[in-house]
């Protein structure tokens, strides 16, 4: 009894300090001289463009994501062929490199010394330091996330109400809107949460091919960063607070879907039991 | 007017793995065809060929008067029934009977008469808002064939439709499928590996083995006439003993006479059912009385001598009537069985007198 107190202060201690602690000073901070400041803060030209930035980036990395997630888990959960666990692996690699690294990458191929720089410049499009540029690196960085949520899904559930809707005389659009999309909808929803949540807030890798001109290729995160590099801290936490508030909604959404999808999977083996 | 469904020298093997050789079957229109075997005989795989949603390497299909082999899945008019009904989980039961009709775009009023009408046939009125998994295994079982009558099929083909239900449910769905075939007439193929199930609800059944017909016919017929020891066995439980022919006396490995049958001499193989062995009370009697069982009605009585042991069935009133008990002796009278020799058609081996002495009637059967 004593050890089971003991252990659950201890956890609720260090769930305390490393992650309610922060959160409060993020907004402790960001209020410190007064509402007036803070909206003052938000207000800013350069945070706004911040702002917009961020929300453009993932309006594209978020639906790409969608997409492949979506051709992903389709082909790797009911095809069978060769390649089938390098592309499983090959979905995994953003998770185990690092974003500097993947930006960094991205600069190789993109940037003016790069493999592709000379045609790109020689067409007058510009990738790195710019917002294409940002967009590939978070797409880069999400790539996992819709796909591994649905991959697993996809194996459990089979793919028998799909043959049945074949028999029935759907064509192959029909049984994709009416039949396989509704079934991976919690878990398709899950993953772009995830994968929004990480798009929104990614630094590393946009860090890179950024060149964070402030009020120019800023995102909400690199915007944090600049603020409090020029001493800036209230303006930046200000900043900080609203990154804070997207992931607290995305928490409370997780949270919610999570019992969508156990329900779903239950359902699944609940099946598979009897 | 039923369709008739005709599948000609069909193949299908899986790496390497053949499932199904060179089968040929024709359904009669109007019919009701069981497919019987065990697993891995290949009668599923046929159902989804003749369903297309699996291509044969070889032959042809067709339904009604047209090759279905180039037709797609969607476009055969075959209503499928799966075993574990692939309903639309995230579908209410009347969204799942509307599936088919809502695809084609079918007017909404039309719809919703059509789904009430099949409702009504499966006995599900009050069901309509439910989802799959708030149903029973039964209930189930009834929204997937409705929903597979929804799309107006020519045929109807259920993959063990009854595997997944318990015992009652399973008799209970069995007596109204075929109440609505007898009403609805619609070409049926239904696959089960329950001989019961088979024999009971089918027209006609058709055993499969390792990915070829064993034998088809009318239930009754197969049942007496088995082609083979494989099927004399899956039809039930059977005696199996060893014998040797000669001069037309069919005599045990060993020893005993067991009748007479016109099949050239040699090693052959007698099956027998347990109740056409009748043991009859004899106090120098060769048969020793072993363990003896009553399950309500049905009474079973083992019987050993010199190292073979027997089992024989028979009522329960007609073992009180012989007064048979544990240890006493016996003599036993083959009343029938079946005998199986290399190149030797099955031969029916029947009316056995008691002295074991006298000619049997012997005649060919099957094949």
């Known amino acids: 009894m004593a050890n089971r107190i003991l252990l659950i202060s201890a956890a609720l201690t260090f769930v305390a300090v490393f992650l309610l602690l922060p959160l409060i000073a993020v907004f402790a901070q960001a209020l410190s001289a007064g509402l007036g400041a803070y909206f003052a803060a938000i207000a800013d030209p350069n945070v706004q ?21 979506i051709c992903a888990s389709w082909c790797i959960g009911r095809f069978d062929f060769k390649g089938r666990n390098l592309l499983i692996t090959l979905i995994d690699l953003p998770f185990s490199i690092s974003p500097v690294i993947a930006g960094l990458l991205e600069v190789l191929l993109f940037g003016l010394n790069g493999l592709l720089g000379g045609w790109l410049s020689a067409h007058n499009i510009q990738i790195i330091f710019a917002l294409p540029g940002m967009i590939i690196a978070t797409i880069f960085v999400t790539f996992p996330f819709v796909a591994r949520e649905v991959i697993p899904l996809v194996q459990e559930q089979g793919n028998e109400e799909e043959e049945a809707a074949v028999t029935l005389g759907a064509s192959g659009w029909q049984i994709f809107w009416r039949v396989s999309l509704p079934k991976i909808r919690w878990g398709l929803l899950y993953g772009v949460l995830l994968c929004n949540a990480r798009a929104m807030g990614e630094f590393g890798a946009v860090s890179v091919v950024s060149g964070k001109v402030f009020g120019s290729t800023d995102t909400l995160s690199l915007a944090v960063e600049s603020l409090y590099e020029s001493y800036e801290i209230q303006a930046a936490f200000a900043a900080a607070s609203l990154l804070a508030m997207l992931a607290l909604v995305t928490l409370v959404l997780k949270a919610a879907l999570e019992f969508s999808l156990r329900e779903e999977l239950a359902a699944v083996k609940r099946r598979k039991a009897n | 007017m039923p369709t008739e469904i005709k599948i000609a020298n069909v193949s299908r093997a899986f790496g390497g793995q053949v499932v199904l050789s060179d ?37 042809s299909i067709s339904v009604g008067a047209e090759d279905a082999t180039t037709r ?37 009023p039309v719809v ?47 993959d063990e439709p009854f595997g997944a239900l318990d015992a009652v449910v399973r008799r209970d769905l069995r007596r109204w499928l075929r109440q609505l075939h007898d009403e609805m007439h619609i070409t049926t193929i239904f696959v089960t590996h329950d001989q019961e199930e088979a024999f009971d609800l089918a027209d006609r059944v058709v055993i499969m083995k390792d990915g070829k017909i064993g034998q088809e016919g009318k239930p009754i017929d197969i ?5 083979n020891p494989f099927i004399h066995e899956f039809l039930g439980e059977s005696n199996h003993l060893a014998v040797q022919v000669q001069n037309g006396v069919i005599r045990a490995e060993a020893g005993f006479e067991i009748g007479h049958a016109s099949v050239p001499d040699g090693r052959a193989e007698v099956f027998i059912r347990p109740h056409h062995l009748v043991p009859v009370p004899a106090a120098q009697g060769s048969w020793r009385v072993g363990r003896i069982t009553a399950t309500g009605a049905q009474a079973r009585v083992s019987l050993t001598r010199g190292g073979i042991t027997l089992e024989a069935a028979m009522t329960a009133d007609a073992l009180l009537e012989t007064g048979l008990r ?42």
Do not use: C
């Open chain 2, 112 to 158: 919703k008469a059509k789904v009430e009408e099949l409702l009504k046939l499966i006995q599900l009125e009050t069901l309509a808002s439910r989802y799959p998994a708030q149903l029973s295994g039964g209930q189930r079982q009834r929204v997937a064939l409705a929903r597979a009558l929804a799309s107006q099929p020519r045929v109807l083909l259920l």
């Open chain 2, 326 to 367: 544990q240890g006493d002796q016996a003599e036993l009278r083959f009343t029938g069985g079946t005998l199986f020799a290399p190149g030797v058609g099955p031969v029916r081996v029947s009316g056995l007198p008691q002295t074991g002495v006298r000619f049997l009637r012997t005649g060919h059967a099957g094949a």
């Open chain 2, 72 to 108: 797609h899945a969607s476009e055969r008019g075959v209503g499928f029934v799966f075993q574990h009904y692939a309903l639309f989980r995230h579908m209410t039961v009347f969204e799942n009977i509307a599936f088919p009709m809502r695809i084609r775009k079918t007017a909404k």
């Open chain 1, 49 to 69: 463009s911040a702002i917009w930035m961020t929300l453009t980036i993932a309006a594209v990395a978020v639906p790409a994501n969608l997409i492949f997630g």
């Open chain 2, 223 to 227: 049942y007496q006439n088995p082609a």
């Open chain 2, 23 to 59: 089968v040929n079957l024709t359904v009669h229109p109007g019919e009701l065809l069981a497919l019987l075997g065990p697993s891995g005989s290949g009668k599923t795989t046929l159902l989804r060929l003749i369903a297309g949603l699996d291509q044969p390497d070889w032959g």
